[in-house]
């Protein structure tokens, strides 16, 4: 594509997944800008085909772009957001090209999106504090199935036998992530998303069941002592068979519930949700937050292993 071509894509990527009309103004014109510098667009292009020639990881490429980020005066979340973008053209393409469907491409990013308003919320940026995060998409490893995001990963338990599934240390199974796209979380959304990764990688087609993991702090088994009774967490938890799980001496996923708030002593924390007001009394009690990791076992219609 040409410059201006780009800016086309760039634009039309953004209208996509529907970003805010103030992010798109300020990330459009950073787009521009770079583009009109002959240094910074050549840079931009270099590092795009040496990551797409895999000559360079992802987090080297980002680090190269934080390295000029000062002198820029860009935020260096704008122009790794910015970058990633520029990135996702090739991404399409792999996607076309492998018979992938596009409304899958679409749906696996509007992960920009989310990423985009964590930044704002969180650090008061337009871009991305995460970008290493997207390296599972531009791999063409991570796929958004309906409201949730999987890829083929390693089972990092000893073992795990229930179901008519057996697992052992390193045997595959579909992880799987929760992004934070606003989009329903109860239990028909749910289902919806497990049938599909279901049928996307196969199993419709030879049978079986499927196992599902999740390595998540939604998955703190103490939730239910603390958290309101109708929480979309504790309907989440109740897919999982949960075997293993862990205390945090600090609560460092506080940025996803309380977002800039987070930074502030937690007697400041605001307790505008019923989410909220329960994490808030749990840590000013003295009691620990953790995580938790699960196995749901599906068989195209139902979960087995509950």
């Given at each position: ?13 953004m209208?996509?997944i ?10 459009m ?31 080297d490429?980002?680090?190269e ?5 000062e002198?820029t005066?860009i ?9 990633l973008i ?20 679409w749906?696996t ?15 008061g ?9 997207f ?17 083929i ?7 795990y ?5 057996s ?12 992004p ?23 199993f ?15 998955l703190?088994?103490?939730h239910?002592d603390?958290?309101?009774?109708k ?7 109740s897919d999982?068979?949960i075997?293993?799980?862990?205390d ?18 937690v ?40």
């Amino acid at each position: 594509m040409t410059d201006k071509e780009f800016l086309a894509y760039t634009k039309d990527f953004m209208n996509r997944i529907h970003l805010p009309e103030e992010a798109k103004t300020e990330l459009m014109a950073v787009e521009e800008r770079i583009f009109a510098d002959e240094t910074l667009n050549a840079l931009f292009k270099k590092l795009k085909a040496d990551l797409r020639e895999g000559e360079i990881a992802v987090g080297d490429a980002l680090g190269e772009l934080s390295g000029i980020a000062e002198s820029t005066g860009i935020s260096e979340y704008t122009l790794h957001f910015i970058f990633l973008i520029n990135c996702t053209d090739d991404l399409l393409e792999q996607y076309r090209s492998e018979g992938v469907s596009e409304k899958i491409f679409w749906g696996t990013m509007d992960d920009f999106r989310c990423k985009l308003l964590e930044c704002h919320e969180v650090k008061g940026v337009w871009g991305t504090f995460v970008g290493t995060w997207f390296g599972g998409f531009l791999a063409f490893d991570r796929f958004a199935l309906g409201r949730f995001q999987y890829e083929i990963s390693a089972f990092s338990r000893d073992e795990y036998n229930k179901a008519g599934v057996s697992l052992k240390k390193n045997d595959p199974v579909y992880n799987f992530h929760i992004p934070s796209s606003g989009y329903p979380f109860g239990p028909e959304a749910r289902l919806e998303s497990y049938k599909k990764a279901y049928e996307f990688y196969g199993f419709k087609e030879k049978g079986g069941p499927i196992a599902f993991v999740c390595s998540s702090w939604l998955l703190y088994p103490e939730h239910k002592d603390f958290l309101p009774e109708k929480s979309n967490i504790l309907s989440f938890m109740s897919d999982f068979d949960i075997i293993d799980s862990w205390d945090k001496e600090e609560f460092g996923d506080s940025w996803r519930v309380f977002g800039h708030y987070h930074t502030l002593p937690v007697e400041q924390w605001p307790e505008d949700t019923s989410l909220r007001r329960a994490f808030k009394k749990r840590l000013l009690d003295g009691k620990k937050t953790g995580g938790g990791y699960g196995v749901i076992v599906f068989d195209g219609e139902k979960i087995t292993n509950r």
